[in-house]
């Protein structure tokens, strides 16, 4: 499987975008071509340090194609087998409903809509990064449609560490987010933000930014 990162960008400060912002967000992210749809929606309990590709309700959104309107949860460890540790080092716990998906940007906004922003957790599950856009090709290896990129709006903060591999004891700094925008990838070939999410962020989320990796 070998090792897989989730990076992050959020504001410096733990700031909820208005569901009209946080939607414009979304759109410009397949616009510009960061992004490549088919898009899912969630709301729920999320983890935002749940790995993206391994065991989040993100990852089932993206992989197993539910039907509207499933409830979906993050696997249970049997007794004594799990960890108790606040995630990323130990479980996450996670229970959503895929309200909508589609391949169109803009059906996002009407299913936004429809949500309990702001009283629940939110997330808008996109398939894989863009690797037609010359920057972001660049940035990695070579091309992977694993690499999914989810944007989240959180009914209340969470701490997001800035740097750590998710094997490692608890411990490091964090940083609180609600809103925030998270990928995962294998390789790439350069440090720092992805080019063209640290550009929409910085549009978003204005110029003070925060980033950090998981991995493991």
């Known amino acids: 499987m070998g090792i897989w990162t989730d990076a992050f960008i959020a504001p410096a400060e733990p700031a909820l975008l208005s569901r009209k912002e946080f939607g414009q967000l ?30 989040s ?13 499933t409830v979906l949860c993050t696997d249970e460890r049997p007794e ?35 949500t309990p922003y702001g009283k629940e957790d939110i ?3 996109f ?5 037609a856009n010359r920057a972001i090709a660049d940035y990695f290896r070579f091309e992977d449609k694993r690499t999914m990129l989810v944007a989240f ?10 740097s750590t591999n998710d094997c490692w004891s608890p411990g490091g700094p964090v940083h609180p ?15 720092g933000p992805l080019p063209p999410l640290a550009s929409i962020a910085t549009r978003h989320f204005g110029s003070d930014l925060v980033n950090g990796e998981t991995w493991g």
């Open 26 to 55: 979304v759109v410009d992210l397949a616009r510009e071509r960061v992004v490549c749809t088919p898009w899912a929606l969630l709301a729920g309990e999320l983890c935002v340090n749940a790995s993206l590709n391994w065991g």
């Open 57 to 69: 309700v993100s990852g089932q959104a993206r992989w197993d194609a539910p039907e509207l309107g």
């Open 80 to 114: 004594g087998f799990r960890d108790n540790d606040p995630p990323p080092w130990g479980d996450s716990h996670e229970r959503a409903r895929l309200l909508a998906r589609g391949e169109a940007i803009l059906d996002v906004l009407p299913a936004l809509e429809q």
């Open 123 to 125: 997330a808008v599950v």
């Open 127 to 131: 398939h894989h990064l863009d690797f």
């Open 153 to 162: 709006s959180l009914a209340q903060p969470q701490n997001r560490p800035l």
């Open 177 to 191: 987010v609600r809103t925030c925008l998270v990928h995962t990838f294998k390789h790439a070939s350069e440090d």
